[in-house]
């Protein structure tokens, strides 16, 4: 017994999507006549459309490099470190100087919570920095590569938590005074720390243990190598954020802050028997400042925090006032062609016709909006990178912001569609 199958294709589909795809194409030439008719206007959002784009891709890729910075990572063990700052007399004599320093230092050490304190001539979010050309060669015409470089005593690494990669720390036979004359100590520093950005710069595929800089021993005097450390970072970290962030610490007691490593539930405690202790340890000194290295970031980054809100307060109000524009529109059109949208009925135009209609017309302007919107935001990338050394718009936030744009479109035009597709011919016709 033959048994013939016949396989039916889906023809059911493909009519379907046809069909669909001609009455789409069917509505261009009604739409196009009507919107020549009102050129102003379909300007108006088209124009509104785009500078939208152009600013929300730009400004959105800002709050992204906003906040990138607001997240880098410091290396350092924030919670636990509270920074001081103290307004006195600096005596002349830099050896008295140190003297007082290693006072200081003593008394901070003894305090019951504190794990580690150390005198540093800069920290991170301090607002300023200290920095030093290095090289290769005692070459005056030899390329110099610009380093953070700070200055304190062998306590650095355990205070700030600090990862030893290679190498080793300093030890207390190496630390020098604090000299600002030009025959001082700085003249034979001869160790160094770096960090690891800075030895792959300078000794890519190689250890760094054992090598020499110049430009940070006094002079012409070479330094040596003794250890690389992990996250070090320049003070101003957005430079840390680039991978150019190179730092070096010189072995020398400096003054300039105070900062303590304890744990974060004794922090104000320890930050107020600090500040009691150095303004005990000298007369007429006043700490000025004693505060967690957490506020420090906040308050550094205060700035960047409130940019980012007023960019991203920016971005809602033009989406918010480009729907609006698009709903006025379309209501206003609605109300228009209401004796338009009574014929098409009365001639056997379905509901979804008429909403179809709308839409597709909203499609049109917010596409063309969004092509000149493009093109403006990637001349905008432009200038802002070459005005203000802002990275370039990655491409991602291209299509994104058109997405964006198409689906706020159409939810915009929806409530004005649906209530013109809704009009009974007899109400419209009479209308």
Known sequence: ?????????????????????RAWTQDFAPILSTLRRHKIAAGLIVLEVALTCTIVTNALHMIQTRAQLLSVNSGLAEAELGVLNARGSRPQDPLTFDSRLRSDLAALRALPGVKSAIAVNQHVFGGSSNNSGVSLSPDKQAARVTVAQYAS??????????????????????????????????????????NKVLADKFFPGRSALGQRLYGLGGGDAPVTVIGVVGTLTHPYLHKSRRQDGYAVVVPVRSGGSYVVRTEPAQMDAVLKAASRALEQNEQGRVVTSSKPLTQLRDEFFAQDRAMAWLMGGVCAALLLVTAMGIVGLASFWVQQRTRMIGTRRALGATQAQILRYFLLENLLLTTTGILIGLAGAL?????????????????????????????????????????????????????
């Open 1 to 21: 017994m033959n048994t013939t199958t016949t396989l039916t294709p889906p023809a059911a589909a493909r009519p379907g999507l046809l069909t669909t795809l």
């Open 153 to 194: 005593d062998e306590y650095l690494l355990p205070t700030f938590g600090l990862q030893l990669l290679e190498g080793r720390n300093f030890r207390s036979d190496e630390i020098h005074a604090d000299a600002r004359d030009d025959e001082g100590d700085d003249a034979r520093i001869g160790v160094v720390l770096i």
């Open 379 to 431: 001349g905008l990338s432009q200038l802002l990178m070459q005005s203000y050394a802002l990275p370039r718009l990655p491409w991602v936030y291209l299509p994104a912001g058109a997405l964006t744009l198409w689906a706020l479109g159409q939810l915009a035009v929806w409530v004005p569609a649906r209530r013109a597709a809704r009009l009974s011919p007899v109400a419209a016709l009479r209308a």
